[in-house]
């Protein structure tokens, strides 16, 4: 199917099938239970669910497989989410041109900055986009803010131009961001008993663009040009010694790989017509190095898992509080009951970043390969166990 | 001129801190090779030492004063710290003001300690993973200690204030005065820096470990237990980051995430000195820090705006492209 093979095309067909129906799937307790908490389907976390989700794939095509670890990804996204939002200012509300001026302005930044950063390699290369990153970062707060409105944020007003759209609506407000007509902000409820299930339009426009940059990746992943990267990523001695030259190789992956953090950058701003600098800070690009790490680097579908586990943890977890815990184990007795609240709780809540500091660590420390790859080794071990089964049948007792 | 030597001196004293943190970065890599994220971190629980011990020194008991009493018509409850019963109360309110010093002394063995747990228990796994993974594994264990400390001492700043006999300013010239603690954090940290240099340089010891950064294989094959040492050395090196963070606390009051503020600018101002080599991250310590005092002037500002916010980035990226290894980093190391 469109140029897969057998494997990659149920990969894709699956994840279609997880993004489409994820209202159904993340919504799955009744909303008036008591773990209703735990729903995840609301329009506003599912749609940073697949941006980061987009911002993650991107990345990964530069860290998984070249293995270049970039510290200054998020200065990309937030030059999309700028652009994004000018054009909101300038031209129209509806979004194509907008996603399509920050990917375009993403990808110029980043071979810029990839063409200087390429130079070096290891950890230089790291701190040579982490200084970039920075400096971006404090360039946005202070010297650009006539471009960027500084500590604020730019912000849609009501005396912007929009050229080809209205500056105000009708009854005085700003316009809605849309897609031809089709407002981002949009939604149905469908109530089936106790369950509630909300439809966004912005949603389903996110999550459209991250199948079709999912399919994208994986055939960069596939493709000679992907193979190459794997080579750069394995030996890059014995590459140039072969007579290759890598550089064109990696500054393509860097410069597709920023053009992705556009991309989610413009998406962000679609959905929430503003731009701060404070995602361009050095800990939004840790955030996305935690997120492929997490997922597994390397292969198709862990940035995507990452993503998703580290927004659900930010949004979920930190909503449970010590009243939330008490009622989860009023069936203790009270003294016990105080003792395993008071052992969760730094846990939860406020303290989610500890949370996920130690499953980080956990996960770099013994399996590097990630959530997908502890997905592996339990396929494995069951598959063992099928495998051992008709043995252990096979040899009777003795009596 | 004064203006100068006045800029001059506000870059020392932030370079101090940035020369403490660089050296203990490359004591670190230069030893074991590991690349330490979680370096930030230990410059934070330095700095909390010594609020630690300032809560220590404070904690008291309550005796009810039965000759006074309080708005409401009760006995006035008094609180007297605990050391000031012991010491009487002159020595007493002397000790509990001199704190942060003497929290040098609390926060060695314990960075020390923290220093040897981190390496036994964590980091001894990946010295044979890349440097990638060492990256990210000291990376989750500074967001991990980090929250810690959020969560025992909150999120708000805690002042951590000087002696009374070191705050203030110190009339320099006839027109230069100067706080006189960052004068003392200056000295201290010429001090620690010139002590690891002396100890490493004049003890057999510290023979030991300058050739095993060198040649870690042939020193082994000497029959020496290198891994001990090197071990020894991150005790210090987390020491020596410990203590810049308690000297610090006075300067700016110690919050949570005052460690990873500073881990950027270290590291990019130990791959602008070399990395793994000593006298280069002290070196572009001080000149990192004196570069960015100077572009704050007004006069700069003016000609270029922005460019005290970076200029640090700047040098390095200037640095990084044309001398590839850094100031003073040698060949063959992190290539």
Redesign the interface.
């Given at each position: 199917m469109f140029g897969l093979d057998k494997k990659d095309s149920t990969l894709l067909l699956i994840v279609a099938l997880l993004t489409m129906l994820a209202p159904f799937i993340l919504n799955p307790f009744p909303t008036e239970s008591g773990l209703a908490q735990f729903n995840a389907g609301y329009p506003d976390l599912m749609q940073r669910f697949v941006i980061f989700g987009i911002f993650a794939i991107g990345f990964n095509i530069l860290f998984g497989l070249t293995g270049y670890l970039s510290f200054g990804h998020a200065a990309f996204l937030g030059v999309g989410s700028y652009s994004a939002v000018w054009m909101f200012k300038l031209l129209s509300m509806n979004i194509v041109p907008a996603i399509l001026l920050s990917v375009v302005i993403a990808g110029l930044f980043a071979l810029v900055i990839g063409f200087v950063s390429l130079r070096r390699t290891g950890i230089y290369f790291s701190i040579l986009t982490l200084a970039f990153a920075q400096m971006s970062f404090a360039l946005a707060y202070s010297v650009l803010t006539p471009l960027t409105n500084g500590e604020t944020g730019l912000q849609l007003t009501l005396d912007d131009p929009r050229i080809l759209g209205a500056s105000a609506t009708a009854d005085g407000s700003i316009p809605v961001t849309n897609l031809f007509g089709l407002e981002m902000r949009a939604a149905t409820d469908m109530v089936v008993g106790p369950w509630s299930f909300t439809f966004s339009v912005g949603y389903y426009v996110c999550a459209v663009v991250m199948l079709i940059s999912f399919y994208l990746a994986i055939r960069i992943f596939r493709s000679p040009f992907g193979m190459m990267l794997r080579a750069i990523k394995s030996n890059q001695q014995r590459l140039n010694y072969t007579g290759l030259n890598p550089k064109p190789y990696t500054l393509a992956a860097f410069v597709i790989s920023g053009m992705y953090a556009g991309l989610a950058g413009g998406l962000m701003a679609a959905m929430d017509p503003l731009a701060g600098a404070e995602r361009m800070q050095w800990t939004a690009s840790g955030e996305v190095v935690l997120m492929t790490i997490l997922g597994g680097a390397g292969t198709l579908i862990g940035p995507v898992l990452g993503a998703g586990a580290i927004k659900y943890m930010e949004n979920i977890f930190s909503k449970i509080n010590d009243n939330v815990l008490h009622g989860w184990f009023a069936f203790l007795p009270d003294g016990i009951e105080d003792f395993v609240v008071f052992v969760i709780h730094p846990f939860v809540g406020k303290g989610w970043h500890l949370t996920l500091g130690i499953i980080f660590m956990l996960v770099v420390t013994f399996l590097p390969g990630g959530l997908v790859e502890g997905g592996q080794r339990i396929a494995r071990l069951f598959n063992r166990k099928k495998a051992d089964d008709p043995k252990s049948a096979s040899t009777e007792p003795a009596e | 001129m004064d203006a100068i030597i006045l800029q001059v001196l506000n870059g020392l004293d932030k370079g101090s801190a940035y020369a403490l943190i660089a050296l203990g970065l490359t004591l670190i890599f230069g030893t074991l090779g590991v690349?330490n994220f979680a370096h930030g971190a230990l410059f934070m629980i330095g700095a909390f030492c010594s609020v630690t011990l300032q809560r220590i020194l404070n904690l008291s008991f309550e005796t009810v004063d039965p000759t006074k009493t309080d708005f409401l018509g009760n006995p006035l409850k008094v609180k007297t710290p605990y050391v000031e019963s012991w010491f009487g109360p002159e020595m007493g309110s002397t000790i509990i003001d001199w704190s942060v010093p003497l929290a040098i002394l609390f926060a060695i063995p314990i960075m020390i300690l923290i220093g040897f747990v981190m390496e036994r228990g964590?980091i001894k796994?990946f010295y044979k993973?890349p440097?990638?993974?060492q990256?990210?594994?000291t990376?989750?264990?500074?967001?991990?200690l980090?929250?810690?400390i959020?969560?025992f001492y909150g999120a708000n700043p805690i002042q951590t204030p000087a002696p009374e006999a070191l705050t203030g300013v110190a009339q320099l010239t006839s027109t230069i005065v100067y706080p006189i603690w960052r004068i003392v954090y200056f000295c201290f940290a010429v001090a620690i820096i010139g002590a690891v240099f002396a100890f490493l340089q004049f003890t057999t010891f510290g023979m030991v470990v300058r050739a095993g950064m060198a040649d870690r294989e042939t020193v082994g094959l000497l029959g020496i237990d290198i891994d001990k040492r090197f071990t020894l050395m991150f005790g210090l090196a987390a020491a020596v980051a410990g203590l810049a963070g308690v000297m610090y606390g006075p300067i700016n009051a110690p919050n949570y995430h005052m460690g990873?503020d500073f881990l950027?600018l270290s590291?990019?101002v130990v791959?602008v000195g070399g990395?793994g080599s000593l006298p280069g991250a002290v070196a572009a310590g001080f000149l990192l820090g004196i570069l960015e005092s100077f572009a704050s002037m007004k006069e700069v500002i003016t000609l270029v705006?922005?460019i005290n916010?970076?200029i640090i980035?700047?040098v390095?990226?200037v640095i990084?492209?044309t001398r590839?290894r850094g100031l003073m980093g040698r060949k063959g190391v992190?290539?």
């Open positions: - | 690349v964590l796994h993973r440097h990638a993974d990256i990210l594994v990376f989750g264990l500074a967001i991990v980090q929250e810690v959020k969560y990873m950027v590291f990019v791959v990395m705006p922005g916010q970076i980035y700047l390095a990226i990084l492209l590839p992190m290539e």
